[in-house]
């Protein structure tokens, strides 16, 4: 009786939050004769009135080691839950919840890393074109503005015909006080809150769109900052239009500008004697100080829709300090011209997808050094048959990192804005034997390296290298479903005085029993370590994990690992340790 109730209050809420999204104020009796009549409303609440999907997930995991100090928690839990509730086929209440205990990781014979314990819950319910959102959400707007940024607090999607608005209100960022004692270098982060409208028109072809973001650091979130003092609250806004029109069935042009007001310290005194101006102030909602700075950042594409592709011409450019707070991390500086395409060959036995140009940075003239170079990535995929799949893929691109008081082995870092330029090649395949395709050979060989770049100027000691090959191959037992699989894989990596080279054989089998309700699965694997060309380590591991399905709708598992590293005399710095690791998992499925 208690759950026919619950489903009943369940039910009444859901219908409350469907109807609010109706145009008009329509009533209970217009809805019902848009739901083709009462007669057939009435067959459907008989029927099938609550439907519920997703699942539950609950995983408890026990940790011992000896040899060398503790690396986390002897004990951690993780919960987790996914849902989906429609009610008449019309009203849809997706759900979700994380949850963990948090806990302690310990480096270096100290506790270096606290993670918090967490309980992360969004709901977003949705009927017909309307869609809310609550709690710890996302959306985006455009890479310029709001970018897929998690937020805590409310949100919408509008999408009645060819209309479009969105918008969100919320906590960007936790406050995190500086910690003096902690040894995770994690940099002391003020609480930040946001908020964006997207609105706009799109009729599938063409579009146009205007969006508008705020975020800004609570100044007063979190004690004054001592050790470092780059980290100051930061105010944000901006403007940005986009639209994509099209001429006829192949030709397209897109476009977007995004203007960005960004004050870097919001403690820096404001600027009363300076007339800024009704369009920079953005209306008098943004506040101008010392450190404020207006910078732009824009894109144009020219495509060419083809019958086996599509082409596009592409120009973009971002001043040198255009940053948004809607984004976790924003490249700016500089200036790509590049072209794009995707094409299908020979009835798609041939995929090809590449994105290459030219770049260049230091787009003011302010910089001691500049460059140009070429970027891009190449991606083709070759079935010649449906037994033989071959993958070939290049890319070449730069990236912006922040790196402060990372701690490496007796290699202390400052605080230190790093420009990397990586380069990444791998070629693989897979061929399919058997009568049944049961036996799968397959192969990878991939190739990275990466400059590092410090005031413009590339860092010879920081230049590493990594060569990695793996041969695969699996069998499958027809008639006893029996699974086995070997593997060969060598990894090479080159840092600065440092050569690490790694041999690991490893071998898995798994085997379902009791008409597939339940499964085992086991592996093994052996890793040889050699540095500067003697092996100095060996690295043995040992997994296994029996899953166990009731009722098609609950699974039980129960997962074992082991790991032993011996470690030669002549190694220093290096200690051998034996660790257990044991975990035990409950999965709950809604059909």
Known sequence: MKTVR?????????????????ARGQDVEQLLQKAKGFKKL????????????????????????????????PYNMLLSANFNLNILKHINIPFSLNYSNGRTVYQYRLPSYRLPQFALFGISPSY????????????????YTLSGHSFYGIGTELRPGNFRFSAMYGRLQRAVAEDLNSLQSIDPTYKRMGW??????????????LMVFRGWDDKNSIPPVQENLFITPADNMIVSFSGK?????????????????????AFAPSIDSLDVGFLKSYGGLFNINNTSGFYNAFKNSIGLNLKFGNIQVNHEWVDPGYRTLGALFFNNDFENWTVSTKTDLLQRKVVLTANVGIQRNDLRGTEANNAKRFIGSLNATVSPTDRININASYSNFRTTNKMRAVTLPVVPIDSIILSQVSQNASLSGTYAAGEQKNSMYSALFSFSRSNSIENDEVRADQLTSNYLANLMHTYVFMDSKLTLSTSLMANYNNIPLLNILSLSPSFSLSKPFLEDKM?????????????????????????????????????FGLSISLVNRRVKNESPGAEGFTEFNGGLTYRWRFK
Do not use: C, M
Not at 44 to 73: M, V
């Open 196 to 209: 964006g409208v997207k609105i706009g028109y799109d009729d599938g072809r063409d579009n146009i769109y």
């Open 42 to 73: 009435k067959e459907q609440i008989k029927k099938d009135p609550i439907k519920l999907t997703g699942g539950f997930n609950a995983r408890f995991d026990f940790n011992a080691i000896t040899g060398i100090p503790r690396r986390t928690n």
């Open 128 to 143: 017909k074109w309307g869609t809310l959102h609550i709690g710890n959400r996302s959306l985006t707007f455009s890479p």
């Open 6 to 22: 619950s489903f009943s209050s369940i039910l009444l809420v859901a219908l409350f939050i469907g109807l609010s999204f109706s």
């Open 245 to 265: 029109k099209s001429f006829g069935k192949y030709f397209y042009f897109a476009s977007e500008w995004a203007g960005s007001a960004l004050t870097r310290d």
């Open 519 to 555: 499964k085992l699965t086991a592996a093994t694997s052996f890793v040889n370590i050699a540095t500067n060309g003697k092996f100095t380590n060996s690295i043995w591991s040992l997994q296994s994990n029996l899953q166990y399905t009731i009722l098609k709708k609950h699974d």
